[in-house]
């Protein structure tokens, strides 16, 4: 499922809640998947917007625009390409700068199912700013054969999450680059993929599909083409792979439940093999 750029392109300030719950058959709220649920914010410059999720996890990615975030009385300033997550009972009030677009992806919809509200913190309020995330993705980028790795990404991991190496203990986040002339190989996992496209150019894309031919290729796959501020769902157990025929680098941020499924063991990642991948059908 793809929801367009053009829902947060509005001169309102609100939350658009990318909203599958009724696909999905869960009620009480809205839900993106089973367990997570993500919106774009809109603030118009000089407004302000509150937020009191009952969730363990809230992550914030800045898409565009600056301005801070008052949480429990302790100032968060943000400007475009930050993230930051927040931890249970967090009551915050986010003013704008200037118009601005936050991603916003929390685990409320899981608070809901299992029927239960968050009795203690698990990890502190953490920023992850723009420029360290940056630098450390040219790193990677630069590094011999770099465009031998299936992916190049900047894994955005929380000191209070040593075992999972998440950002918080439920919600995992990547910071990705597609270079240009990319094909990252297919992959798949248990976990639901809600991913943002950062930026792009026209020709950059993902292949889904529920199985592998002999070659490793996906048979009969849906094509989702990327669009710069759109979002896109993966189904969970799904192979999928990005393609960039653009001729431009773009970037991508996918948020997965990863830290609830790695501390589970049921994550189940599995990369296909350049050579077969009758292994994985």
């Not at 031998?148 to 999972?164: F, K, M, W, Y």
């Amino acid at each position: 499922r793809q929801f367009p750029s053009s829902l947060h392109r509005s001169a309102v300030s609100q939350v658009v809640p990318l909203d599958l719950s009724s696909e999905l058959g869960i009620s009480g709220g809205p839900a993106t998947s089973p367990a997570l649920c993500a919106a774009f914010i809109q603030i118009q410059a000089g407004e302000g917007l509150t937020t009191a999720p009952t969730a363990t996890s809230e992550l914030y990615y800045v898409l565009r625009g600056n301005g801070f975030s008052c949480v429990d009385g302790a100032f968060i300033r943000w400007t475009e390409g930050d993230v930051f997550v927040l931890p249970s009972n967090c009551h915050s009030t986010h003013q704008a700068h200037e118009n601005s677009v936050l991603y916003w992806v929390t685990d409320e919809p899981l608070m809901r199912y299992l029927g239960v509200s968050p009795t203690a913190r698990r990890f502190r309020p953490t920023m992850f700013t723009a420029d360290r995330t940056r630098a450390e993705l040219d790193v990677i980028a630069s590094a011999p054969r770099a465009e031998d790795r299936n992916r190049l990404s900047v894994l955005l991991a929380g000191a209070e999450q040593p075992q999972t190496l998440t950002a918080t203990h439920v919600l995992w986040v990547m910071y990705g680059l597609l270079p240009v002339g990319a094909v990252q190989r297919p992959h798949r996992h248990q976990s639901v993929a809600l991913d943002l496209i950062i930026d792009c150019k026209p020709g950059c894309y993902t292949l889904v599909g529920g199985r592998l031919d002999e070659r490793g290729e996906i048979v009969n796959p849906t094509r989702v083409d990327w669009e710069p501020g759109g979002a896109f769902v993966t189904p969970p157990g799904l192979w999928h792979a990005h393609y960039n025929e653009s001729g431009h680098p773009a970037h991508l941020l996918p948020v997965q439940d990863a830290g609830l499924q790695t501390y589970l063991r049921s994550l189940d990642i599995r990369f296909v093999s350049s050579v077969t991948s009758s292994t994985y059908l």
